[in-house]
C-alpha cells in the first residue's frame, strides 16, 4: 500500500472512532430531549377550567369566588351543545323506527366524546370513578378528544398487502339534515370558551398524591418511596461497604481467604439485576420474614446487597490513593493503626468514597428489577416512615413501567409517565453530578 | 561522663514505652478481636454470594424434581397457567440469546473503536467531556431506558422502520463501501508498472467500482424500505436500546485495558515510521486484547441480565422468531419472564409455576457466574503479562 | 572497590560506644548530654532472607547530632526506620541482634510501638503535612494522647512553631490548609508537628532532599536550634551538610557500619580507607 491510503486508512479509523462517540453522545441526547421535555410539560401546561374544578374539589386549593367565575362563564359557553343535544333528542322522537335506530347508535357516540371532553352532562348522576367526573384538564389533551368529537377514525383495509390505514370522517356529515349538524362547528369554535386555558405551573406534580391511580395528581407517593428505598439501601449498605474497603486495604493479608472474597465481590457485582429480586423473595420475605410479604425494608435489603460491591469499590479505590505519606506521618506521631485510619486515611479518601456512595445511591433509586417481588406496589398513597418495615410503598422506577405497561389508560396519561421518567432522571443524574463536583473536589484538596 | 546503656536504667530514666505482661497481652487480645470483626464484616459479601447461589437453588430444585430436565431445555412450549402447564423454556433461552447478541453486534464495534478514540485519539482536554457523557450513559435507570424503547422508539420503528432502516443501511455503509472501493482499485492497479497507464486503469476501476457500490447501495436500500415492521416492540428494539446500556461498561474497560498498555510501546510503534491506526491494530490492540475481551463479556453480561427494558420492549411472545435470525419479530427473554409470571406464580407458592422462574434465575445466576469467572481471570492475567512477572 | 573481611570484621564485633568525643572548637559541649541514647547491639535488619542492615554495633549519644551517609542503598533509611519501628509496616520485614532504647529493647516483647514512636519522633524525606488547617496538623498528635483543651493545645501549637521557626511566617493564619504552604515551610511544620508530641529522638530521612538551598539552610539551622534538646540523627546524602550538623557520623556501606566517629575526625582523619574514598567523592 502506498502512504497515501495508509494515511487514508488512518484518517478512517479516527474518524469511525469519533463516529461512535459521536452516536453515544447523541443517542444520550436521543434519549433524554425528549423525556425532559416532555417530562417538563407535565408540570407546566396549559390547563383547563376543567382542571381548577379538580385541583379545588380533590386537593381544597385555588380561590373559590374566581373559580365559581370560570365556571358560570364556561357553563354559559356550553349550554348551547346541552341545548343541541336534547333539542335533537326531541327530534329523535319524531323520527320513524328505522333512522332513530341508527342515529342513537351515532347519538351515543356524540355524547361520549362530549363528555370526554367536558365532564359530565348536566343531570347525570355523579359518576362513581373520579376520572368521569371531570373533563379534560389538559388543553393539548383536549383538542385531541375534540377532533375525536369532530372527525370519526375508520379503518382502510381495502389493500390486503399492507395493513389497514386508518383515515377520518367528519361527524357532521352523519347529522347531515338534522339539527346537531350544528353542534360540530359550534364546539369547534368556542372549545376555548368552554374550558377556559391558561398556562399554570402545576407544582402539586411533585407534592400531591395521585387520584384515581395517577389520571389527576401527582407522584409525591412513587418520589418518597423511591428516597425511601434507596435511602434505606445506603443505611445498610454505606457503612458495610465502608469497612470491608477498610478490611481490604488496611489488614488483609495476601492469602487465599482474601482473594476468595475479592472473587466474591465481583460475583456479586456481576449478578442479574433480577435475581437479586429473585433471592429477596426466597431470602429476605419467605426465609428471614422481615415482614409479612412486600415492604420497604426487604426492599432496602435486596437493593443493599446489589449496591455493596460498588460501594467497596469505590470506597477501597478511594482508600488506596490516599499518599503513603499521610499512612507513615500518623504513625510516627505515635498513632494506633486504627485512629491513623480513622483520624488520616478516612477524611482524605471522605470524598472518594461518598462519590461512589452517591453514584449507588443514584443506582438504587433507579433499579427496578429487585424491588418487583420485594417493595414494590402499584398504587397506593404515601406510606409515613412507620410503617417501613411492614408495608410496601410505590416507587418511581416500579410505577413507570406499570403505568406505561399495565395501566388500563396508559395512553391517556403519558404526561404522567414522562412526569415520572423526568422525576427518576433529574434525581439519578442530580447524584451523578454531585459525584462528578466531588470528585474534581477532591484533586483541589488534595493540592492544597 | 560517658555512661554505658546499664548505667542508664539503673539511674531510672522513664522506659515509657515498654508495659506490662498484662497490659501487653490485653492490647494483643483488643487487636485479634478488632481484626476478626472486620474480617467478619469484609467476608458479608461472600457470604451474602452464597447465600444467593443456596437459596435461589433451594427454590429452583423442585421444579427440576416436578418437572425432570428435558422439558426445560428442549421445549418451545410455555403454557405455565395451562391444563396441563407446558414449561418449555426453549424459546425463551433463544429471545435472551438473540437480545443478546443483537446488542453485542452493536456495541462491540461501537465500544471499541470509542475506547481506542478515548486512549488515543482524543486529547486530553476534549476527553474531560466525553467521559460525563459515558458516565450520564451509564446512570439512567434501565426503565428510562425502557420506557424510551416503548412510547418513543417502538411506534418510530412501527411507522417508519423501512424508511429508518433504509437510512441506517446508507449511513453506515457507504463511507465503508467508499474506503473500500478506493482501497481496491489501488491495490488492483499497482501492478501495472508504467506511470500513464496505471493511472488511467486506476480511474477506471474507481468508476467501475464505484458504480457497483451504488447499485448495491441503492437495491438492498429499497428492499430495506420496502421491510414493514409489523410490531415496534421486537428484538430489534431491545437490541439497539440494550446495546446502548452495555457500551458504557465496554467503553470503560476496554479503555482502562488499552492505557494499561503504556508509552513505550506505542512510542516503539510510532518511531518505526507506523501511523496511528497501524500502531493501534498492530500493537496495542493485541497487547490489550484479553483485556478488552473481558470488557466485552462484562457489557454482554449486563445486556444478558437486563430485565426492565426486554419487558417493556420486546413483546413478550415465546416463540423461535422465523427465520431464526429475524429481528423484527416479537420474543420474550427469561428476565423479563422471571419478572412478569412471578406476579401470578406468587399465589400457588410450591407449585412447579413458581419454581421454574427460579430455574430460569439459576441458569442466569450460573451463566453470569461462568463469565464474571472468565473475565476476573483473563483481567487478572493481563495484568501479570504486563507487569512482566 | 568493596568492603574488605577486615573492615567487616571490625565492624561486626566492634563495642558500640563511640568513646572519644573530640568536637571542634565552634561546637559546644552539651551538658548533661553524651549518654548513649539508642544502642545498636549485632543488630540486623531484614528484608524477607535480604540483610539490608548488618550485625551494626554503635551507640546513639543523648542530645547530640549523629548523621548517617553512605551511597544509596546501603541502608540508611532501614536503619533510621528501625529505630522507631516503622518498618514494621513492610510486610515481612524482621531483625535479629539488639536495639535499646534508654536501654530497654525496642524490639522487646512488650514494647508498645505506639508509645516508643511518640517518643522517638520522625519527619520523612518529602514533607508530608496532613490536609488538614496548620493548627490542626500540629495538634493531631496531642488530640491523640488525650489532650483536648483549646487552651493548652494553641500553647503547644505555639511552642511548637516556635522551636521549629515557623511561627512569624504562619501565626496568622493558622487555620490555612498545610498544603498550602511552600516546601521548605511545610518540612518545618512537619518537625513542629513531630516537636509537638515532645519526643526524646528525632530522626530527620533527607529532610532536605526535596527543598531549595534556601529552604536547606533554615531547616540546618533548625537543626542547630534543636541540638542540645533532642537527640537528633539525620540521614544525608549531602556530605557538607553532614559536616556542618552534626556532631558524630555514621558511614554505611552495604549495610555494614563502616565507620562512626566525632563528625571533625571522621572528615578530617577517616580511619578506613573506604569512607576516605566516600567523603573525597570517589565513589558514591
Ligand atoms: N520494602 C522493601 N522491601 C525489600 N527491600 C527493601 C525495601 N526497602 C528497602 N529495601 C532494600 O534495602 C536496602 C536498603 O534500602 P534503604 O532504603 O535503607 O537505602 P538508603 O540507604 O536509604 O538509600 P537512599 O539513599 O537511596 O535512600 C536496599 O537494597 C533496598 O533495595
Ligand atoms: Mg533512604
Redesign the interface.
Given at each position: 500500500?502506498?502512504l497515501g491510503?495508509?494515511?487514508?486508512?488512518?484518517r478512517?479509523?479516527?474518524?469511525?472512532?469519533?463516529?461512535?462517540?459521536a452516536?453515544?453522545?447523541m443517542?444520550?441526547i436521543i434519549?433524554?430531549a425528549?423525556?425532559v421535555s416532555k417530562g417538563v410539560s407535565a408540570i407546566v401546561f396549559r390547563s383547563t377550567v376543567e382542571h381548577r374544578k379538580m385541583l379545588y374539589s380533590e386537593f381544597h386549593r385555588g380561590n373559590r369566588v374566581s373559580l365559581e367565575k370560570e365556571i358560570a362563564a364556561s357553563d354559559a359557553a356550553r349550554r348551547p351543545v346541552y341545548e343541541m343535544l336534547s333539542e335533537f333528542e326531541a327530534e329523535l322522537g319524531l323520527m320513524d323506527e328505522d333512522k332513530q335506530q341508527e342515529y342513537k347508535a351515532k347519538l351515543d357516540q356524540v355524547r361520549t366524546a362530549i363528555k370526554a371532553l367536558l365532564g359530565p352532562l348536566p343531570g347525570e348522576s355523579e359518576p362513581a370513578l373520579t376520572r368521569f367526573k371531570y373533563g379534560q384538564n389538559r388543553w393539548e389533551k383536549a383538542e385531541e378528544k375534540l377532533k375525536e368529537l369532530v372527525y370519526e377514525k375508520q379503518w382502510d383495509y381495502s389493500n390486503p398487502d399492507?395493513?389497514a390505514k386508518e383515515y377520518f370522517v367528519s361527524r357532521a356529515t352523519a347529522f347531515e339534515g338534522t339539527s346537531l349538524v350544528r353542534l360540530f362547528p359550534y364546539v369547534e369554535k368556542n372549545i376555548d370558551k368552554m374550558l377556559l386555558p391558561e398556562w399554570t405551573f402545576y407544582w402539586g406534580f411533585i407534592t400531591d398524591s395521585s387520584v384515581d391511580s395517577h389520571i389527576f395528581g401527582g407522584i409525591w407517593p412513587e418520589i418518597q418511596g423511591t428516597f425511601f428505598l434507596a435511602l434505606g439501601a445506603m443505611l445498610f449498605a454505606f457503612p458495610?461497604g465502608v469497612?470491608?474497603a477498610?478490611?481490604?486495604t488496611e489488614?488483609?493479608?495476601e492469602g487465599f481467604?482474601t482473594s476468595?472474597?475479592r472473587?466474591?465481590?465481583?460475583?456479586?457485582?456481576?449478578?442479574?439485576?433480577?435475581?437479586?429480586?429473585?433471592?429477596g423473595?426466597?431470602?429476605f420475605i419467605?426465609?428471614l420474614k422481615v415482614s409479612e410479604s412486600k415492604s420497604v425494608l426487604a426492599g432496602s435489603l435486596t437493593l443493599a446487597?446489589m449496591i455493596?460491591?460498588t460501594i467497596?469499590r469505590a470506597a477501597e479505590e478511594a482508600i488506596l490513593s490516599v499518599?503513603k505519606?499521610?499512612?507513615?506521618?500518623?504513625?510516627?506521631?505515635?498513632?494506633?493503626k486504627?485512629?491513623t485510619i480513622v483520624?488520616?486515611i478516612l477524611?482524605?479518601a471522605l470524598p472518594g468514597i461518598l462519590t461512589g456512595g452517591v453514584?449507588s445511591l443514584?443506582?438504587a433509586?433507579?433499579?427496578?428489577?429487585p424491588i418487583?417481588?420485594t417493595a414494590a406496589v402499584s398504587v397506593g398513597s404515601a406510606i409515613g416512615l412507620a410503617d417501613v418495615f411492614s408495608s410496601p410503598t410505590p416507587a418511581l422506577?416500579?410505577n413507570?413501567?406499570n403505568l406505561?405497561?399495565e395501566h388500563e389508560a396508559a395512553a391517556e396519561i403519558?404526561h404522567v409517565?414522562y412526569g415520572m421518567?423526568f422525576a427518576?432522571?433529574s434525581i439519578?443524574?442530580m447524584l451523578?453530578l454531585s459525584a462528578?463536583v466531588l470528585r474534581a473536589r477532591i484533586s483541589k484538596?488534595?493540592?492544597? | 561522663m560517658i555512661m554505658s546503656g546499664e548505667e542508664l536504667s539503673s539511674q531510672g530514666r522513664s522506659s515509657a514505652f515498654v508495659v506490662s505482661a498484662r497490659q501487653r497481652k490485653w492490647q494483643k487480645i483488643s487487636k485479634t478481636a478488632?481484626?476478626s470483626t472486620?474480617?467478619l464484616?469484609?467476608?458479608?459479601?461472600?457470604i451474602?454470594?452464597f447465600?444467593?447461589f443456596f437459596?435461589?437453588t433451594?427454590?429452583a430444585v423442585p421444579y427440576f424434581q416436578i418437572r425432570g430436565f428435558k422439558e426445560f431445555f428442549t421445549s418451545t412450549n410455555w403454557y405455565p397457567a395451562d391444563d396441563p402447564p407446558g414449561f418449555g423454556a426453549l424459546a425463551i433461552i433463544y429471545g435472551s440469546l438473540m437480545v443478546t447478541v443483537g446488542s453485542a453486534l452493536i456495541a462491540i464495534?461501537?465500544?471499541i473503536?470509542?475506547a481506542?478514540?478515548?486512549s488515543d485519539?482524543?486529547p486530553f482536554s476534549v476527553r474531560q467531556y466525553?467521559k460525563?457523557?459515558?458516565?450520564?450513559?451509564a446512570?439512567?435507570?434501565?426503565?428510562?431506558?425502557?420506557?424510551?424503547a416503548?412510547?418513543?422508539l417502538a411506534p418510530l420503528l412501527q411507522n417508519f422502520g423501512g424508511t429508518i432502516l433504509m437510512w441506517t443501511w446508507w449511513v453506515i455503509v457507504s463511507?465503508f463501501l467508499l474506503?473500500a472501493i478506493?482501497?481496491a482499485s489501488?491495490?488492483l492497479s499497482?501492478k501495472v508498472s508504467d506511470e500513464k497507464k496505471r493511472k488511467r486503469l486506476h480511474t477506471f476501476l474507481s468508476v467501475v467500482l464505484g458504480i457497483i457500490a451504488l447499485g448495491l447501495l441503492f437495491f438492498v436500500g429499497n428492499k430495506l424500505q420496502r421491510i414493514?415492521i409489523?410490531t415496534g416492540t421486537n428484538a430489534l428494539n431491545v437490541s439497539i436500546i440494550l446495546s446502548?446500556m452495555a457500551?458504557p461498561t465496554i467503553?470503560s474497560v476496554s479503555e482502562d485495558a488499552l492505557q494499561a498498555v503504556g508509552r513505550d510501546l506505542r512510542e516503539g510503534s510510532y518511531a518505526l515510521g507506523a501511523?496511528?491506526?497501524?500502531t493501534?491494530?498492530k500493537t496495542i490492540l493485541p497487547a490489550a486484547s484479553s483485556g478488552i475481551l473481558a470488557a466485552v463479556i462484562?457489557g454482554i453480561?449486563r445486556a444478558?441480565?437486563?430485565?426492565?427494558v426486554v419487558?417493556?420492549a420486546s413483546g413478550n411472545s415465546s416463540h423461535i422468531p422465523s427465520p431464526w435470525f429475524n429481528y423484527l419479530e416479537s420474543v420474550r427473554t427469561l428476565?423479563a419472564t422471571?419478572?412478569g409470571d412471578?406476579g401470578e406464580a406468587?399465589q400457588v407458592?410450591g407449585s412447579a409455576r413458581f419454581h421454574v422462574?427460579?430455574a430460569m434465575?439459576l441458569l442466569?445466576?450460573v451463566i453470569?457466574?461462568i463469565?464474571?469467572?472468565i473475565s476476573?481471570r483473563i483481567i487478572v492475567r493481563q495484568r501479570k503479562v504486563l507487569s512482566g512477572q | 572497590m568493596g568492603l574488605t573481611a577486615e573492615t567487616i570484621e571490625r565492624s561486626q564485633n566492634a563495642g558500640t560506644a563511640v568513646r572519644d568525643i573530640y568536637l571542634p572548637p565552634e561546637r559546644k559541649k552539651i551538658s548533661g548530654g553524651g549518654v548513649p541514647h539508642v544502642s545498636a547491639k549485632k543488630f540486623s535488619i531484614y528484608y524477607g532472607e535480604f540483610e539490608a542492615v548488618k550485625k551494626v554495633n554503635a551507640d546513639i549519644l543523648s542530645k547530640y547530632v549523629t548523621a548517617i551517609i553512605g551511597p544509596s542503598g546501603c541502608g540508611k533509611s532501614t536503619f533510621l526506620r528501625a529505630i522507631?519501628r516503622?518498618n514494621d509496616?513492610i510486610?515481612n520485614s524482621h531483625t535479629t541482634g539488639a536495639l535499646l532504647f534508654d536501654g530497654e529493647d525496642v524490639y522487646g516483647k512488650f514494647t508498645d510501638e505506639?508509645?516508643?514512636?511518640?517518643?522517638i519522633?520522625?519527619v520523612?524525606q518529602?514533607p508530608?503535612?496532613?490536609?488538614?488547617s496548620i493548627f490542626d496538623n500540629i495538634a493531631?498528635?496531642p488530640r491523640?494522647?488525650g489532650i483536648k483543651d483549646k487552651k493548652t493545645l494553641e500553647g503547644i501549637v505555639e511552642k511548637s512553631l516556635r522551636k521549629a521557626a515557623l511561627w512569624d511566617e504562619v501565626c496568622d493564619r493558622l487555620d490555612k490548609?498545610?498544603?498550602?504552604l511552600s516546601g521548605g515551610q511545610q518540612q518545618r511544620l512537619?518537625v513542629a508537628?513531630?516537636l509537638a508530641?515532645e519526643p526524646e529522638i528525632l530522626l530527620l530521612d533527607e529532610p532536605t532532599s526535596a527543598l531549595d538551598p534556601k529552604a536547606t539552610a533554615k531547616i540546618e539551622d533548625l537543626i542547630q536550634e534543636l541540638r542540645g534538646s533532642y537527640t537528633i540523627m539525620i540521614v544525608t546524602h549531602n556530605m557538607q551538610q553532614a559536616s556542618r550538623v552534626s556532631d558524630y557520623t555514621m558511614f554505611f556501606y552495604e549495610g555494614v557500619l563502616v565507620e562512626h566517629a566525632p563528625t571533625a575526625q571522621l572528615f578530617t582523619n577517616p580511619k578506613d580507607s573506604m569512607t576516605e574514598d566516600y567523603i573525597t567523592g570517589r565513589f558514591s
Open positions: 500500500m502506498n491510503t495508509r494515511k487514508l486508512f488512518d478512517a479509523f479516527t474518524a469511525l472512532g469519533f463516529g461512535s462517540i452516536i453515544m453522545g443517542m444520550l434519549v433524554l425528549p423525556i399492507i395493513a458495610l469497612i470491608a477498610i478490611y481490604f489488614y488483609a493479608r481467604i476468595l472474597l472473587s466474591a465481590n465481583s460475583t456479586l457485582a456481576g449478578v442479574p439485576s433480577i435475581v437479586f429480586g429473585l433471592f423473595l426466597a431470602f419467605n426465609t446487597i455493596l460491591p467497596i499518599p505519606t499521610y499512612r507513615e506521618a500518623s504513625l510516627g506521631l505515635g498513632s494506633t486504627w485512629n483520624t488520616v477524611p482524605a453514584i443514584g443506582r433509586a433507579g433499579e427496578t428489577a418487583i417481588f422506577s416500579w413507570i413501567y406505561a405497561s403519558r409517565q421518567v427518576l432522571i439519578v443524574l451523578n462528578i484538596k488534595l493540592k492544597g | 478488632g481484626e472486620l474480617l464484616i469484609a467476608s458479608f459479601v461472600a451474602i454470594v447465600f444467593i437459596f435461589v433451594r427454590d464495534p461501537m465500544g473503536t470509542a481506542i478514540c478515548l485519539v482524543i466525553v460525563p457523557v459515558i458516565e450520564m450513559l446512570a439512567i435507570p434501565s426503565v428510562a431506558f425502557g420506557f424510551f416503548l412510547v418513543i463511507p474506503l478506493i482501497v489501488e491495490l499497482a414493514e409489523l446502548f457500551l467503553v501511523t496511528r491506526a497501524e493501534i491494530v462484562l453480561m444478558l441480565g437486563e430485565t426492565m419487558w417493556m428476565t422471571i419478572a412471578m406468587d407458592t422462574l427460579f434465575g442466569l445466576l453470569s457466574f463469565c464474571n469467572f476476573e | 522507631n516503622m509496616l510486610p505506639v508509645l516508643l514512636r511518640k517518643k519522633g520522625m520523612f518529602k508530608n503535612p496532613f490536609p488538614k493531631y498528635g491523640l494522647h490548609n498545610a498544603l498550602s512537619c508537628r513531630t508530641v
